[in-house]
């Protein structure tokens, strides 16, 4: 299995800071590394595909990069929206495994 | 417009049997991967399995570990609609079910996401 972790577990940043969330995998995955965004009471939402690719109609603040083992989802200028648990995932192989999630609040 | 809503939910005994339902539109259902996940309260997400398109793929399912034997997913092209079947509730089972598919038929990340279903398995 394929165990992703990521960092931080929380955050705390003002609106228009730079947050930058990072996911480790335990073997390399390729291209097989996608976000999602799961605000409360919601259900995940796909922001980044295949490293860097935005889903559609993902602001653009929203970005992805990395290789092999190491990604990184930057969110540049965040806004109050952005407040939400965001998750890393894995379709390198099965089982279909999560990073155990980065809660961003906005102070 | 892709929509996929899940049914079935509720409250159960451990060691009972549910099933949970997910009906699909705005999309050609038959082609694509139909997958659940689910979320424990408070925790993070986890996939629990997929069933592949009859069309390319048999469709034939994958499980993960921790529901292997015990759940079942199938499907019904002709209305649509997607099944989870669980026997053998554990309350370690209780989470909010998702359904979910794919970009793209046989993709394993998922771009469309059901609202969820919360399955509590208590005594």
Not at chain 1, 63 to 76: D, P, R
Request: glycine share 10%; charged share 15%; hydrophobic share 30%.
């Amino acid at each position: 299995e394929i165990v992703l972790t990521q960092s931080p577990d929380f955050q705390s940043v003002t609106p228009k800071e730079k947050v930058t969330i990072t996911c480790r995998a335990s073997q390399n995955i390729d291209i097989n590394l996608h976000w999602y965004q799961q605000k409360p009471n919601q259900s995940p939402k796909l922001l980044i595909k295949s490293i860097s690719q935005s889903n559609s109609g993902v602001p653009s603040r929203f970005s992805g990069s990395g290789s092999g083992t190491y990604f990184t989802l930057t969110i540049n200028n965040l806004e109050t929206e952005d407040a939400a648990t965001y998750y890393c995932h894995q379709s390198q192989s099965l089982p279909l495994t999560f990073g155990g999630g980065t809660k961003v609040e906005i102070k | 417009e892709v929509q996929l809503v899940e049914s079935g939910g509720g409250l159960v005994q451990p060691g009972r049997s549910l099933r949970l339902s997910c009906s699909a539109s705005g999309f050609t259902f038959g082609d694509y991967i139909v997958s659940w996940f689910r979320q424990a309260p408070g925790q993070g997400l986890e996939w629990v399995g997929f069933i592949r398109g009859k069309a390319y793929s048999g469709g034939t399912t994958e499980y993960a570990a921790s529901v292997q034997g015990r759940f079942t997913i199938s499907r019904d092209d002709s209305d649509s609609t997607a099944y989870l079947r669980m026997n053998s509730l554990k309350t370690e089972d209780t989470a909010v079910y998702y359904c979910a598919k794919p970009p793209y038929g046989n993709y394993w990340y998922f771009d469309s996401w059901g609202q969820g279903t919360l399955v509590t398995v208590s005594s």
